[in-house]
Each structure stands twice: as structure tokens, then as C-alpha cells.
């Protein structure tokens, strides 16, 4: 991602649950790509990822969003960045 925003002038957007492919990494990697300088996540988000028609493994409950957010915000906060 460095390499990328040195090269790039546009905002880089991770796609973090079909990179993990499961719902446990979500959070912890939402923190290292913000942290890596993302501009953006894109977070596939389900009331019940368990009786999703599909990608339901890789999906956070809203409640599990609520936490990655509030975990996200700091690390944002202190690379000078907001959360929206």
C-alpha cells in the first residue's frame, strides 16, 4: 500500500472481507490497512452472516461493525484522519 500511494494521487480503498475471507481477520486487518495508510474499507456487513445467501463467512454482524469502528477511529486519529 506505501508503494501504491507514492505512485498514485488517487484514495485507496481496501476490500478487507473478501481479502480475509472470514469474518475473525476483518477487525484486526481493517486496523493494519488504515494504519498502512488506507484511505478507505469496504466491509461486507449482515444482520445474520449465517443465513446470508452468500459471502455470510466473511461478514460482520452490525454489532461486530460498531467495533470496528470504534477500534478503527484511534488508529485513524493518530495518522491525522477521520472516520465517516
Not at 8 to 15: A, N
Not at 41 to 48: A, D, G, S, T
Not at 55 to 83: C, F, H, M, N
Request: charged fraction near 20%; glycine fraction near 6%; proline fraction near 8%.
Amino acid at each position: 500500500m506505501p508503494v501504491v500511494k507514492k505512485l498514485s494521487t488517487h484514495p485507496i480503498i481496501v476490500d478487507i472481507s473478501h481479502a480475509m475471507g472470514h469474518s475473525d481477520y476483518i477487525i484486526p486487518m481493517s486496523r493494519v490497512a488504515v494504519a498502512a495508510g488506507a484511505d478507505g474499507l469496504m466491509i461486507e456487513v449482515h444482520p445474520n452472516p449465517k443465513k446470508a445467501l452468500c459471502d455470510g463467512a466473511q461478514s460482520l454482524t452490525p454489532d461486530q461493525l460498531r467495533q470496528l469502528v470504534s477500534e478503527v477511529t484511534p488508529v485513524a486519529k493518530i495518522l491525522g484522519k477521520r472516520v465517516v
